[in-house]
């Protein structure tokens, strides 16, 4: 109670901010997993009317719009988005190095466990809108999705902003959407993508974030360790976006020609990552937690 108390006067406090952040944050992540679950045991009888509804409807919309929500939807490209925290947050960089890469490895596990064969490889193509592309590894979960709500997860954790949660919450949303748009999965496959993308993206945010863990470690360092520390995760900040955008070299996002928005949003946000990377590591300042 005394807290709470205090809160109030001291609206700027850091921890109250976080310990209120963490309290909606959790209500909101506890409703949309209680509806991703209630969706796993109603959508699979009716998974494929459900996807030539939504397909049909979702086409409306111009082929140019979904092929460049679906590219922010792939691994990297959501990583890339990320990295737009990572000069006032560098401890992010392993967030997305460990939570990303068992959320990855979810959920490519679970392709080929579950092995269900996308839209376009057993429905008459002329059936429902497609947009073509050579896509034959297993559906569920959508991969797409999961890169979309592991960002949201990860957003309603570091940042404060409502307009911005709910912006890239709608974005997440959208990721998923495009992939029955363009004809390569199942509403399940969004939503069990959806389900594990939410879960790592939140709760591998909020062991980096949570009050008393950083309480806890700040009490054994001294401010020359901490002052290591930081540069250690500015410097694999670094090194994170260059691989990721030597990676966008290498290989290309899909339907080029078509994909110029999404290819210079995913360069914009890198340079800016970058450059305010080095910005900081030149700064030196305390430790961003």
């Not at 939504?54 to 086409?59: I, R």
Request: aromatic content about 10%.
């Amino acid at each position: 109670m005394i807290k709470k108390i205090v809160c109030r006067k001291q609206k700027t406090s850091p921890d109250c901010d976080s310990e209120q952040s963490f309290r909606v944050s959790r209500s909101i992540l506890m409703l949309l997993l209680t509806l991703a679950f209630a969706g796993l045991f109603v959508a699979e009888e009716r998974n494929q009317s459900m996807f030539f509804t939504l397909n049909a409807f979702l086409s409306q919309l111009p082929d140019f719009f979904w092929i460049n929500i679906t590219n922010l939807g792939s691994t990297l490209a959501g990583a890339a988005l990320l990295c737009l925290l990572l000069p006032k947050r560098p401890k992010l960089a392993v967030h997305l190095l460990i939570s990303g890469l068992l959320c990855t490895l979810i959920i490519y596990g679970l392709k080929h466990s579950l092995d269900v064969l996308r839209p376009h490889l057993i429905l008459d193509k002329a059936s429902f809108h497609f947009i073509e592309t050579n896509i034959t590894s297993p559906a569920r979960p959508s991969g797409h999705t999961a890169t979309g709500f592991f960002i949201a997860g990860t957003a309603w954790i570091f940042l404060r902003t409502k307009t911005l949660r709910l912006g890239i919450s709608l974005l997440a949303i959208l990721i998923g959407l495009s992939r029955v748009a363009i004809g390569v999965h199942w509403p399940l496959d969004l939503i069990w993508g959806a389900l594990i993308g939410l879960g790592m993206g939140y709760f591998g945010a909020l062991l980096i974030t949570r009050p008393f863990l950083i309480t806890r470690l700040s009490s054994y360092r001294n401010s020359h360790e901490a002052e290591a520390k930081e540069i250690g995760y500015r410097i694999l900040s670094l090194c994170l976006i260059c691989f990721i955008s030597a990676y966008f070299i290498v290989k290309p996002l899909p339907y080029s020609g078509e994909n110029l928005p999404s290819l210079i949003a995913i360069y914009l946000a890198l340079t800016v990552s970058f450059l305010g990377c080095i910005k900081a590591l030149k700064e030196r300042k305390k430790p961003l937690i």
